[in-house]
């Protein structure tokens, strides 16, 4: 009886007997959790006014942007901003501000109004909260730190 080598496992597959997960497998997980994260997103913003994309906005203003940076984090030309930062300020949720060290550029501040829109929007992503709520505190602790070493150049 002969016997057929068994193939080199790829870096793109599991080891069927329980190995560590392939980059494959890691992009697959990481993949399903972000769908199930902007599911929610957008419902939770599409139930406060907003679009998913308004929503990131304002989650990403904690601290005033310049209108570029705020392109570059949301990965888009730096002409979308402006019509989807107009369409926020005439809401009430953001405003214009010169920078302080170049008055050319323009900050982006969230409103008060803006600050509780997202904490609005944050409260009611149930099913996301649900999923935390499955983690126990040290599983948040563990997700929190590992999710911060994926970019960790990612300051906003």
């Not at 994260?37 to 998913?52: C, K, P, W």
């Not at 570029?68 to 019509?83: F, H, K, Q, V, Y």
């Amino acid at each position: 009886m002969s016997r057929t080598p068994a193939p080199h496992a790829s870096p793109e597959t599991t080891d069927p007997k329980g190995g560590d997960p392939a980059h494959a497998d890691l992009l697959e997980r990481l993949s399903r959790a972000a769908a199930g994260y902007y599911r929610d997103l957008t419902a939770s913003a599409a139930e406060q006014g907003l679009t998913m994309t308004q929503a990131k906005v304002l989650i990403l203003l904690r601290q005033p942007l310049p209108m570029r940076a705020l392109a570059g984090l949301l990965a888009c030309d730096a002409s979308n901003i402006t019509g989807l930062v107009d369409r926020l300020e005439a809401q009430g949720l953001v405003s214009r501000h010169p920078n302080p060290t170049d008055r050319r550029v323009k900050n982006v501040v969230a409103t008060d109004k803006g600050i509780e829109a997202v904490r609005l929007v944050r409260a009611g992503m149930r099913s996301t909260s649900a999923a935390f709520d499955r983690l126990d505190d040290e599983g948040r602790r563990d997700l929190y730190e590992l999710l911060g070493r994926l970019h960790p150049d990612d300051t906003a």
